[in-house]
């Protein structure tokens, strides 16, 4: 669909173009990765107080001004700002080396969409188009997805009993 000279004919010149757009997302996937972890760290808000029954509001207020005290430790405690630090810039540093000649890690650990998404204004492909060469691609070259593929045909074995 190209011509010959084509940067686009050359997987090696293609997988650069990515690499570079990979690169320029690292602080998107390190901010999204970070993100994520500490919030998983501090889970959810939990305010409510233990033996809340029949109480008065002089008798609750306490209870839940406490309860608050608690939880505003704990996640104070969770998100320290020398670890948020020290993680964002492990992570930076790791996501960095991943978009190194040589590695391939940068396509499981970075997010791909944005990768996506900008590779087209570099083709002057549409996104569509793009979208629908990428998976018709597994019929010209061999099945990419050979190990789904035997995921599903290893279900078939699987048959019903009657």
């Known amino acids: 669909m190209e011509p010959d000279d084509s940067w686009l004919r050359s997987p090696t010149d293609v997988e650069a173009r990515l690499r570079e757009i990979a690169r320029s997302t690292i602080s998107y996937a390190v901010a999204l990765a970070a993100a994520a972890e500490f919030r998983d760290r501090v889970g959810n808000l939990d305010v409510m107080p233990d033996g ?5 509001a002089d008798e609750l207020v306490p209870l839940l001004l406490a309860r608050i005290d608690s939880e505003r430790r704990r996640i104070t405690t969770a998100i320290e700002e020398r670890e948020v630090e020290s993680r964002v810039r492990m992570l930076f540093a790791e996501f960095e080396s991943s978009v ?15 990768i996506l998404i900008r590779f087209p204004s570099l083709t002057h492909l549409d996104i569509s188009r793009l979208k629908s060469m990428y998976i018709r691609a597994p019929a010209v ?19 019903v009993e009657s």
């Not at 809340?52 to 008065?56: F, G, N, P």
């Not at 190194?100 to 499981?108: E, L, M, N, V, Y």
């Not at 070259?141 to 593929?149: L, N, T």
Request: glycine content about 10%; proline content about 10%; charged content about 25%.
């Open 100 to 114: 190194a000649p040589g590695s391939d890690r940068w396509k499981i650990i970075l997010p791909g969409k944005p």
């Open 141 to 159: 070259s061999g099945p990419a997805f050979k190990e789904i593929d035997n995921i599903f045909l290893s279900f078939s074995k699987f048959g």
């Open 52 to 56: 809340v029954h029949d109480r008065t």
